[in-house]
C-alpha cells in the first residue's frame, strides 16, 4: 500500500482597507484607498495522531487563527507591520509566515477575494 497524508483546513474571514498607492500607476484604481472581503483558508497535511485520530484539534486551530484574524479585521492594512504593501502576494505570504512557527504541519494558505475572483496560494513543497 502507498503511504497517504491527511489534510485538514480552517477558514475565517476579515474585512479590511489597503492601497496600492505610488507602487502602481497613476490613476490606477488600486492607489485609491479601497476595501476587501478576505477569506483565508489554512491547511495542514499529515498523518493523523494514532491515539486521537487527529492532524490537530480543530479547537486548538481554531484559537491559534483567532488572534491572527483578530489583527487583520477591520484594519487599515498599510498599518500592519510587514504589510506596508499589501499586494494580494504580500498578505498571503504575510499570513504563512505568522504561522508558520506556531503551526508545524502547515502546508497551504490561501487568501481569496471573492467579489474579484481573485485568490493567492502559498504550499510548502516537498
Known amino acids: 500500500m502507498s503511504p497517504t497524508r491527511i489534510e485538514i483546513c480552517k477558514e475565517f474571514t476579515f474585512e479590511a482597507a489597503h492601497h496600492l498607492g505610488a507602487n ?3 490613476g490606477h484604481p ?3 484607498l479601497h476595501g476587501h ?3 483565508v ?3 495542514l497535511a499529515g498523518t493523523p495522531n494514532a491515539k486521537t485520530g487527529w492532524i490537530m484539534d480543530f ?3 481554531d484559537a491559534a487563527l483567532k488572534p491572527l484574524r483578530e489583527r487583520l479585521d477591520h484594519r487599515f492594512l498599510n498599518e500592519i507591520e510587514g504589510l506596508e504593501l499589501p499586494t494580494l502576494e504580500n ?3 504575510w499570513i ?3 504561522l508558520e512557527g506556531s503551526i508545524p504541519l ?3 494558505v490561501v487568501v481569496r477575494r471573492g467579489s474579484c475572483g481573485e485568490s493567492c496560494t502559498r504550499e510548502r513543497v516537498g
Open 30 to 32: 488600486y492607489s485609491r
Open 24 to 26: 502602481v500607476p497613476e
Open 96 to 98: 504563512w509566515n505568522e
Open 106 to 108: 502547515l502546508h497551504r
Open 91 to 93: 498578505i498571503t505570504g
Open 37 to 39: 472581503s478576505f477569506k
Open 41 to 43: 483558508e489554512v491547511s
Open 59 to 61: 479547537a486548538g486551530l
